[in-house]
């Protein structure tokens, strides 16, 4: 008969067995317990609404959100909650198949919060892959269906800075007008310098183009055009630039410094068909007087 465990030692009886205080499936049937209290003492949308105010989540209570979302794909708030607690490990598909649907067909804060979710992941997965031309019109796509709505201030300026930045002028000012109806140029140059201080030269020489739109003075038109132009020279988007001068010349086809400047811009571009024809409309100006 042996002794009692606290009289034996490993030398005289081998390893002391561990004593198991519980077996895998006691530690799940634990863990359940525990949710389906927690689904007791606090009614399922109470609980998700409380969820919604915290700002991380533990693993036990992120184990019952996916629960929640497997028994019920259509709970938008769920949905939300799950998609917001693991939106940094998702992958963009999963995202998507998650939020896409929310983004146009929950109410105003589940599409506003799923619309911020898809564009931060949108960012993200194109800073790493920049020419991937699949998330870059599921991204078009997102902003195009939020443009006749209301955004809070921080998502139509995001919306317009990569409408702009994808060369989408219209569609950025769409998202420019929720945030600064009135459109002023020292509001728009402004963003531009911003951009331009970021490295982001296409979404700043949009800016300086619209700001030039919105000129009151011929001088301050030129002025704005000119740094439009000379933004996207500076980045080599030379095909952009001669495309937004003829987009944006408007009424300073007969002004003379512009004509000059264009041309000049264009022999930069490698355009040279394009820089003859500024000096053409230069010398065959219908006024010459202001040469």
Known sequence: MLPDRSKRYAGADGNIPRLVLAANWQLTLIALLVLALLAIIFPRKALVEKLYQQETLDELTLLYIQNLYRADTTNADVALLLARSQQSVMDIDTLESILLNLATEGDTRQRIEARTMLLDAYIRALERSPSNKKLTAHLIDLMQKAQQEELPERLAREF?????????????????????????ALVLEKYGSLALGEGHHAVAASYFLLARDSATTLDESRRLFQMGIETYMSASLFSQAMLSAKQYLGNLADDPPTLRFLSHAALAAGDTPMAAEYARKLVFRPDSSGT
């Open 160 to 184: 317009a800075s990569r409408a702009f930045e994808l060369n989408l002028p219209k569609l950025g000012l769409v998202f420019f007008k929720m945030v600064n109806a009135s459109q002023p």
